[in-house]
């Protein structure tokens, strides 16, 4: 594999793969080791053109905690803001010989795009309403470690289902992992056929109780919908999609929930759900570190490598 663009492209047996040593990379560095030579001489560029935390610090962690060189570009400090084209600024910094670019960008298809012009790996950081492949491998190896297997777990996935790309690469890795996906959520914030995405839609919260294994919470995506809102008052969402203490305890007693992050309390979950012992959001961030330290190690050609560090 030499780019990481989509959820598509992770069977079940790469998953496997990726999961298994994803949980040996984390058993390591919890037990205090934070410097391997896996990537030593490998060039990591983060170019993210669009706001993040938890995806970027991750990815810039997992590089430097594999000794690789690793540049940080803020779109807003750089040629971009002079109007250089995306195809032109990877372009560029492909001439400067990196390993690996790591590309998150507003628009549908940029890293797709952006791989026809470089030599270096391209890894989707997120590409708009499209992809997030990693969010998809981390969320799913969370649940899997949770569960032991997602064969025949009913995951539901509960808010701006039309806007988000978590939704979408979830959606993917979740049925190729035997899983049965679910929507729930405001008419407007819906996909227009979800038959398209693999997943069944539900049509009230009694739904969401009575089947869900686990219930993943997105945030209202405004910055990518239209001028005109679409969902009622933040209060009546709330009311509505959100996850309160009330509703947690109204869910099956095994529930799980989960949120890709950024989380806006009192909006889609209140403060004493996300970090309540039935929320994974946390484990999602420690999970996520892990998995981004095993996608380097993979699209550079050293898994292996990386294996034999943490034996």
């Known amino acids: 594999m030499k780019n990481l663009l989509s959820a598509d492209q992770i069977s079940r047996e790469l998953f496997n793969e990726i999961y298994l ?5 984390r058993r390591a560095l919890r037990e205090g080791r934070k410097k391997f030579n896996v990537l030593r001489g490998k060039c990591v560029v983060n170019l993210f053109f669009e706001p993040s935390t938890r995806t970027r610090s991750s990815f810039e962690k997992a590089g430097k905690f594999l000794s690789a060189d690793v540049i940080n570009i803020s779109t807003s400090a750089s040629s971009v803001k002079k109007g250089e084209s995306l195809i032109d600024t990877v372009k560029n ?20 795009l952006a791989q026809k012009f470089v030599e270096a790996s391209i890894v989707n950081a997120g590409d708009g309403r499209h992809q997030h492949p990693t969010q998809a491998l981390l969320d799913c190896a969370t649940l899997t470690e949770h569960f032991g297997s997602l064969e025949g777990k009913r995951v539901t996935i509960l808010g701006d289902i ?19 996906v679910f929507i729930y959520g405001p008419s407007p914030m819906m996909p227009r056929v979800p038959e398209a995405l693999g997943v069944k839609r539900l049509n009230s919260f009694e739904e969401v109780k009575e089947i869900s ?31 309160n203490r009330r509703k947690l305890e109204e869910l099956k007693p095994g ?7 950024p ?23 420690e999970m996520g570190l892990s998995v981004r330290m095993v996608v380097l190690s993979l699209l550079c050609g050293r898994l292996e490598k990386l294996r034999e560090e943490i034996q």
């Not at 039309?162 to 049965?180: K, M």
């Not at 919908?225 to 709330?238: D, L, W």
């Not at 989380?263 to 961030?285: C, H, M």
């Open 93 to 112: 910094l492909d001439m400067m010989h990196p390993d690996i670019i790591i590309l998150r960008h507003p628009c549908e298809g940029a890293p797709f």
């Open 162 to 180: 039309a806007n988000s790309r978590v939704a979408r690469s979830d959606a993917i890795l979740l049925r190729e992992l035997g899983a049965e």
């Open 213 to 243: 294994d686990a219930v993943i919470l997105l945030r209202i995506q405004l910055e990518r919908q239209n001028a005109k809102k679409t969902f009622p008052s933040v209060r009546e969402y709330s009311e509505l999609f959100g996850i």
């Open 255 to 261: 529930t799980v929930i989960l949120h890709p992050g």
């Open 263 to 285: 989380f806006n309390r009192g909006v889609e979950i209140t403060g004493d759900v996300a970090y309540s012992k039935r929320s994974l959001i946390f484990p999602q961030v």
């Open 21 to 25: 040593t994803a949980l040996s990379v």
